[in-house]
């Protein structure tokens, strides 16, 4: 956790509110009771406020490193793409070339698998 200036300031009015407390608790002085109860919780919220700054800078860092490698990222997923298309579109013109009259019966026979779903009878 980065400290910065609200959780420092908190901590010491949190910690100057306790003692405060503790004075007017001794002394059974209910004003300087109750300022060290005001003083303790704005010491608190001052460190909530700065533990909340330091979590959105870290989220703000964060986003940027994200913006800043997405166009490498799409730019791998792109290449990646490109090569499994390629790939695979010389395994199908090798299976083409080395078995034509098999891709042909293969082609042949599910265009009248299709022609024969799309027809609607199946009696």
């Known amino acids: 956790m980065t400290i910065n200036k609200e959780t420092i300031e908190g901590g010491f009015n949190e910690v100057g509110g306790k003692v405060e407390g503790a004075i007017g608790d001794a002394f059974g002085d209910s004003k300087t009771q109750a300022e060290g109860t005001i003083h303790e919780l704005k010491g608190k919220a001052e460190q909530a406020y700065g533990k909340a700054k330091d979590v959105y ?67």
């Not at 791998?76 to 070339?97: F, G, H, I, Y």
């Open 57 to 123: 800078g870290k989220a703000t860092e964060r986003a940027k490193e994200w913006a800043d490698h997405a166009p490498e990222t799409v730019r791998e997923a792109r290449e990646r793409a490109q090569r499994l298309a390629d790939e695979s579109s010389a395994k199908v013109r090798q299976t083409v070339q080395d078995q034509p009259v098999a891709v042909l019966a293969g082609g042949i026979a599910l265009g009248f698998v299709v022609g024969w779903l799309l027809s609607g009878r199946r009696d």
